[in-house]
């Protein structure tokens, strides 16, 4: 029983969250999740969510527009499809926020993995969060690191 214990302790690293940060990023290993920022304030993180329910991409891209828009008060500003290093399905979405009295982007870019038993499906999102000058500067090299990927 040991030996199965600390067989399945030693794959927890090769199930978590990866990808090449993006040109002008640096990773932030001490973290749990992954984190990166840049020098000039922005932020990205990755983040992964139980989904005991099952919905499905667009429910959940479209539940995280609500939110960000009709309860939070984000400017949409465009979205799109999206594909991971694997080729799974995701879609990106874009707003404006203003934090602090500054103009900001903010970037959310979300898949959904069925998972199977005993595991429930997972919600996975990529966060790009900067000043707007920042944010534009800096938006394509998200995306396309947004490509390289790995849950």
């Known amino acids: 029983m040991r030996a199965l214990l600390l067989s399945l302790i030693s794959l927890l690293p090769a199930c978590a969250s990866t ?4 040109t002008g990023f640096v990773r932030h290993d001490q973290a749990a999740e992954y984190r990166a ?53 995701g879609r990106w979405l874009e707003f404006q926020v203003g934090i ?4 900001h982007g903010y970037l ?5 993995r069925p998972r199977g038993w005993p595991w429930t499906d997972r919600v996975q999102t990529c966060e790009f969060l900067a000043p707007m000058p920042v944010f534009t500067a800096r938006r394509e090299a998200v995306m396309q690191a947004l490509t390289t990927l790995k849950w």
């Open 100 to 103: 602090g009295g500054e103009k």
């Open 37 to 89: 920022s840049s020098s000039d304030r922005g932020k990205l993180w990755l983040r992964d969510f139980a989904d005991p329910d099952g919905a499905d991409l667009a429910f959940c891209a479209d539940a995280m527009r609500h939110d960000l828009v009709e309860q939070r008060g984000y400017e949409p500003i465009g979205e799109g499809e999206v594909k991971d290093a694997d080729a799974a399905p």
């Open 108 to 112: 959310l870019a979300v898949w959904v």
């Open 19 to 22: 990808m090449n940060a993006p």
